[in-house]
């Protein structure tokens, strides 16, 4: 191996972006691969929790991102049809005080930016699609469909649910349809009227078999967005993603309080999208090669931790390198494992059930979590645990 060991993150998404820059804060020779020609501000909202800002404080974005987004007082729960709190979950200066750091909403774009910008740029190649990658025991060589090829000392899979480096590690598989769909939209926020409740920071509305999640994505408070969960028994896997259309929306949100139907009215743009899972993969690592996030443990985003888990295995990744350096890279990956995976199968089984914050409860095992600070235990010690 090289005196400075190269290595590759495959995906310039949230995850691969976050490991990327701590990774090269520790000194490694890092470079991303990204399929996207260029940088652009995709997506909608997304929740910054305490558990993730402590990560982007190493970063050095967690004052920026501050700036730029909503802090909400508290996760609300609502009732789908009368708007009763069904739960009051204290975020605010709370979570400055008990968690650490601080709890807000942003638009992921934005978020996205300032990850990126930490970047060297010499260090992020747009425009690399990974066609195909081979661990040749001695380096991991990695094939473009530009018809270009590099190679690295260890690979990093941050390349979501269809992952290259998941399909070499365990074989083509189809991620799994959830039976959800998600409808999304961000917009400009509306006037109140006659019969709406005051727009809350972070709210989700609940019915028996639905809901819609609402948020600011600006610290000005003049963007909302909502996503929505519903059941839809049939969808093409070819489609990630489709438009849906206000009709759809009233539709499926028939008879809900006053509040969501002036979203609903004041929607600009609204999409629709197939939620995916996966069973618990067998293995995150081999050889040269290692998962995170979505490419190890895609979930259904209704804990809003998605990005989060995918920023944590960065982070803890890092740490691991760090402490048994990239020489010893199985002995690394073994030690990320066996930090993350439970924590990461007890995320991805809450989102899969849908129960999260519905009700009263301490969240504070999510958003007080730290992952530098956590005590790390060994492969041997988790097995026999």
């Keep these: 191996m090289s005196s400075s060991p190269r290595i590759a993150v495959v995906g310039a ?78 975020l605010g200066e709370y979570a400055l005080k008990h968690y650490g750091a601080a709890y807000l909403t942003v638009h992921r774009g934005d978020f996205h930016e300032l990850l990126v910008k930490a970047l060297p740029t010499e260090a992020v190649a747009f425009g690399k699609n990974l066609t195909r990658v081979e661990d040749r025991g001695h380096d991991v060589l990695m094939h473009f469909a530009d018809g270009s090829s ?45 019969g709406m409740l005051p727009f809350d920071q972070c ?57 969501v139907q002036a979203l609903i009215e004041n929607t600009v743009e609204v999409t629709k999208w ?6 618990p993969l067998p293995l995150w690592s081999r050889g040269r090669m290692v998962l995170l996030g979505d490419a190890c443990h895609p979930m259904k985003p209704h804990m809003a931790q998605g990005a989060a888990m995918a920023i944590e295995d960065g982070a803890m990744l890092a740490r691991c390198l760090k402490e048994v350096g990239v020489s010893h890279y199985g002995d690394a990956f073994a030690l990320y494992e066996a930090n993350r995976a439970e ?23 999510c958003f007080g979590y730290d992952v530098f600070d956590i005590e790390l235990v060994t492969p041997q010690a988790r097995a026999v645990a």
Excluded: C
């Design 150 to 194: 590099e190679s690295a000392d260890i690979v990093i899979g941050a390349d979501g649910v269809n992952s290259r480096i998941r399909e070499a590690l365990l074989g083509p598989e189809e991620p799994k349809y959830a039976g959800y769909l998600a409808h999304r939209a961000v917009f400009p926020t509306p006037v109140l009227e006659r």
């Design 343 to 365: 924590r990461a199968s007890k995320v991805q089984r809450i989102s899969h059930d849908n129960t999260w914050l519905r009700t009263n409860e301490d969240p504070s095992w």
């Design 13 to 90: 998404g949230l995850g691969g972006a976050a490991t990327a820059a701590l990774l090269i804060k520790e000194g490694f020779n890092v470079r991303v691969y990204e399929q996207a020609p260029a940088f652009a501000r995709l997506g909608a909202g997304i929740h910054v929790g305490p558990n993730v800002m402590k990560i982007l404080r190493r970063i050095g974005i967690e004052d920026a991102l501050a700036a730029q987004g909503s802090h909400p007082d508290a996760w609300y729960s609502r009732h789908w049809e009368t708007g009763d709190i069904l739960a009051r979950i204290p």
């Design 274 to 279: 197939s939620l995916l899972e996966r069973d």
């Design 203 to 259: 709210v989700k509305w609940w019915s028996d078999d639905r809901h819609m999640m609402v948020y600011f994505v600006t610290g000005k408070a003049d963007e909302i967005y909502y996503v929505t969960g519903v059941p839809a028994t049939h969808w093409d896997l070819k489609d990630r993603w489709l438009e849906s259309s206000k009709d759809e929306m009233r539709e499926t949100f028939r008879g809900w309080h006053p509040t």
